[in-house]
């Protein structure tokens, strides 16, 4: 008998252990999730205007927090001083203007440090802002004006060949610096005739100036295959964690894609995280900036061409801006750009 019960528990033991195993090798369970935050350093492209609002849209809706991401955003300045953070290795990512990066980039010939993963625009913002009663018109009028640009602006580095197409004398052009705050202000006083900024900034300039009317000379106007922004990262970020940028890309691109459809929540999330902004011209900057993001609602965002990356490259080694003999595939990660 007891070597019948001995037999009977063992038997009932073995069942239940076999059960066990098998419940837990054939139920579904979900995938290991990191167990570790990654943090990052990102940088504004230029201030914390509307256009930058993204970024916050991308924190407060938690995206980057479901891309298991911590980041720390700080404002950045003008093109070149960007550029200079990030291959310091005090930001991780900025949208830097594509063109700029070209630039300077190849004067510096740091071609090895940074790359580009997305596009941020899929046209140059680059333009000329001015106000109606300044008396300039057109291109042509510039000739006798001032226009503040930050130190190391790539409006300001670009003028040369914007001038050349447009038809003005650039050496009758004076420019001044003027940090990117203080841009819409100093229009406004008078303090300078025009200002180097994005084309989306008119409504910062026109609320600045108390409702006067703007003018906007867009540099795409005859720089037609340039890119706008472009989310720039180290090329060691992109060797030693792959994973980490197209996790920061794509909620990045999230936020975009967020901001320029609700343009208006978008403003009110950036003036939660910067007090400064107004809000009424942030939303009216992104509603501006929608097209430069897609042409059309089915595109897709963020995509690079590299054939259009080298058109871009043949424009600025025709201006003599860059030296020649430079390939795309030195300024953009083309396999972790998204994919049309």
């Known amino acids: 008998m007891r070597l019948h019960r001995l037999l009977m528990v063992a038997a009932t ?3 239940l252990l076999s059960a066990a195993g098998c419940g837990s090798e054939d139920s579904p369970s979900e995938p290991d999730k990191p167990t570790t935050v990654d943090k990052v350093e990102y940088l504004t492209g230029f201030g914390t205007f509307g256009r930058e609002a993204y970024v916050y849209v991308a924190l407060e809706k938690g995206y980057f927090k479901e891309a298991n991401i911590e980041v720390s955003i700080k404002p950045g300045g003008s093109t070149g001083d960007n550029l200079k953070v990030l291959r310091s290795g005090q930001a991780d990512f900025c949208p830097i203007d ?10 510096q010939d740091a071609l090895d440090e940074l ?11 680059n333009a000329i802002i001015t106000l109606e009663d300044k008396g300039i018109k057109s291109p042509k009028d510039l000739e006798g004006k001032t226009i503040g640009s930050p130190a190391g602006g790539i409006v300001q580095q670009m003028f040369p060949t914007y001038a050349s197409l447009a038809g003005i004398d650039a050496s009758k052009v004076k420019f001044v610096q003027v940090p990117p705050p203080q841009q819409p202000q100093a229009l406004a006083s008078g303090a300078v005739d ?21 003018l906007v000379l867009p ?5 037609t295959d340039l890119y706008g922004n472009a989310l720039v990262t180290t090329t060691k ?24 459809e609700n343009p208006e929540e978008a403003a009110q999330i950036l ?56 390939k795309p595939e030195q300024f953009v990660t083309f396999d972790l750009v998204p994919k049309a």
């Open 115 to 125: 790359t580009a993963v997305a596009a941020i625009h899929q046209q140059t913002l």
């Open 237 to 260: 970020l992109v060797k030693e964690n792959p994973d980490l940028v197209k996790r920061f890309r794509d909620a990045l691109l999230k936020g975009l894609v967020y901001a320029i």
């Open 271 to 326: 003036v939660k995280h910067q007090p400064g902004q107004n809000e009424k011209a942030a939303a009216a900057e992104l509603e501006l900036m929608k097209p430069y993001v897609r042409s059309n609602e089915s595109a897709t965002v963020g995509v690079m061409d590299s054939e259009r990356v080298a058109r871009a490259i043949a424009i600025l080694q025709g201006a003599g801006a860059i030296k020649p003999g430079l």
């Open 219 to 223: 540099y795409s106007d005859y720089l």
């Open 194 to 214: 025009a200002i180097g900024q994005f084309a989306v900034g008119k409504p910062s300039a026109e609320a600045a100036a108390g409702g006067k009317k703007a």
């Open 98 to 107: 594509f063109t700029g990066m070209l630039v300077d980039l190849s004067k």
């Open 13 to 15: 033991a073995a069942t």
